[in-house]
């Protein structure tokens, strides 16, 4: 087989800087190629056709999905897969496909109006998270304390303009703690707990908060091996809330930032990906 790479993404980031810098150390030509200008849909794919393989790394919660079906409609092979990225771009979806694998997930209720919204606030304890369906980063994320505010709080969910914003999940908060998992392939390259800092509550790697490195330990390795077990070997960040009865699968990304990870961990995850590509490739 070939050895071309492209990087599909929106923008040329630190990770994607560190993964082209590091495919010639295995044999690679690794290009980014603008998720913006891909232009599939037609059989051929002209754009794609001279890549052995896309690695999407869209940060978007639409085109990631749909890139990867189209690529793999026009036979050229995608990381992760298409059913990977749908599943992983639609955190209620991941939930339920999860939870009948057998891995652990918090408890949830889908939010889609104010009925909805308010019979979770009836059958859940505060405090309470109310997250978007699709989205990351931990944009929109919102702690509710009080049911006297909660109310007031949804009144912005119901003002957003489209039914795509508007679907959201409540969940039990799990305290201020949080487990990144980055997985390449089937392995666990590297591990790492993240505090909220400062006066933001959120514990999201991408917002920078306080962080340290963490053993591979049974439980996590176990929690890990269930979710490639599902979704297929590939590039995910997986992240975990640790609860009194164990692990519980937070969501899994698709396109992992690993910057805050390799940090705390010291991993050269660029070149696990480059080395698992080479594999691929061979």
Request: proline letters at 4%; one cysteine or more; glycine letters at 10%.
């Amino acid at each position: 087989m070939g050895n071309a790479v492209a990087i599909v993404a929106d923008r040329l980031g630190w990770e994607e800087r560190l993964l082209i810098q590091a495919a010639p150390d295995f044999g690679l030509r690794a290009d980014w190629v603008n998720d913006e200008s891909l232009g599939l849909g037609d059989p051929d794919a002209p754009s794609v056709k001279d890549y052995d393989l896309l690695l999407v790394r869209s940060r978007s919660y639409t085109r990631g999905g749909l890139i990867a079906t189209l690529a793999e409609a026009a036979g050229v092979r995608t990381l992760n897969t298409a059913r990977a990225i749908h599943a992983c771009e639609n955190k209620a979806a991941l939930r339920a496909l999860l939870h009948t694998a057998g891995v652990p997930v918090p408890d949830f209720r889908l939010v889609l109006s104010r009925t909805d919204f308010t019979r979770a606030l009836a059958e859940l304890e505060l405090p309470l998270v109310l997250k978007p369906v699709f989205g990351g980063m931990g944009k929109r994320v919102t702690l509710l304390r009080d049911a006297d505010t909660a109310q007031s709080v949804y009144d912005y969910v119901e003002d957003l303009g489209h039914a795509f914003e508007q679907a959201g999940l409540v969940e039990p908060y799990l305290g201020g703690s949080s487990v990144r998992c980055l997985v390449v392939g089937r392995e666990l390259v590297g591990a790492a707990e993240f505090e909220s800092g400062g006066t933001d509550w959120r514990t999201n790697a991408a917002l920078g908060n306080k962080h340290r490195a963490l053993a591979h330990d049974p439980d996590i390795l176990k929690i890990v091996d269930g979710v490639v077990a599902e979704l297929g070997p590939g590039i995910y960040g997986v992240d975990l809330f640790r609860t009194p009865d164990g692990l519980l699968v937070n969501e899994v990304n698709h396109a992992p930032a690993f910057r805050a990870v390799a940090s705390a961990t010291g991993a050269d995850i660029a070149s696990a990906i480059g080395r698992w590509l080479q594999e691929l490739l061979a």
